[in-house]
């Protein structure tokens, strides 16, 4: 949800294909079409796609700071949590999705905006993360906020014992009995397709479609 109390979903349009929009695809295309129906002197485009890159750096370095402290003053040790949370983070943050704070609406207060907490304690069980997602257009349809647990998983199931199973299948209908949504991912699914997983996260909270979401591609 952006600063304006709006959705995730954003306005762009998808392609003819119906994939995702994909930002940073093809920069100097970009450029030369905006300079078709805008012309700029060379030396102007040079100045902005300069000072673009520069507010990028800058960008890019409040962002590592903001993940790399969170997993600090959290304690997040393990490496696939510490994946998933930036991915996470990284879709919010591509997607204006605010973080939780506090709004007034009908003069009362109320929690708005996306609130992660790692290492949550429920009833006997701790959880990896507990994720909750409100905001002010589902409060004004008297929606409830949506919390998802999600579990990284550093085992496939087949490789966990029974005993591991059992207390994995227990916990889960504890949770579910709480009234709470499980999301389990393995760690090889966490390092190989993190994004995606992170995008499915946040596209059930917020009530958007996966292929709305805006995503950066990397090139290898």
């Known amino acids: 949800m952006g600063s304006n109390g709006?959705?995730?979903r954003l306005s762009c349009p998808s392609n003819a294909l119906g994939a995702r929009i994909r930002?940073?695809?093809?920069?100097?295309?970009k450029i030369k079409m905006k300079s078709s129906f805008f012309p700029l002197a060379q030396n102007v485009e040079e100045h902005i796609?300069?000072?673009?890159e520069e507010i990028g750096k800058i960008k890019a370095s409040t962002f590592y700071d903001l993940c790399t402290s969170f997993l600090w003053e959290q304690d997040v040790t393990s490496p696939i949590e510490q994946i998933l949370y930036c991915s996470i983070k990284h879709i919010q943050e591509l997607n204006f999705i605010s973080d939780a704070e506090p709004r007034l609406f009908n003069g009362k207060d109320v929690f708005?905006?996306?609130y992660i907490e790692p290492q949550k304690k429920i009833g006997n069980y701790k959880v990896d993360f507990s994720i909750y997602y409100f905001d002010i257009i589902s409060l004004r349809h008297g929606k409830e906020p949506k919390i998802v647990i999600v579990e990284?998983?550093?085992q496939e199931w087949h490789e966990r014992t029974e005993r591991e199973r059992r207390y994995e299948k227990t916990r889960d209908r504890c949770l579910q009995k709480l009234g709470y949504k499980t999301f389990h991912y393995t760690?090889?699914?966490i390092v190989k397709n993190s994004t995606n997983i992170a995008i499915e996260i946040l596209s059930y909270l917020t009530d958007t479609p996966e292929i709305d979401f805006l995503v950066q591609e990397y090139s290898t």
């Open 49 to 52: 796609i300069k000072t673009s």
């Open 187 to 189: 760690g090889s699914e």
């Open 112 to 114: 708005a905006g996306l």
């Open 152 to 154: 990284c998983d550093s």
């Open 6 to 8: 709006s959705r995730a």
């Open 23 to 29: 930002i940073g695809t093809d920069q100097d295309e």
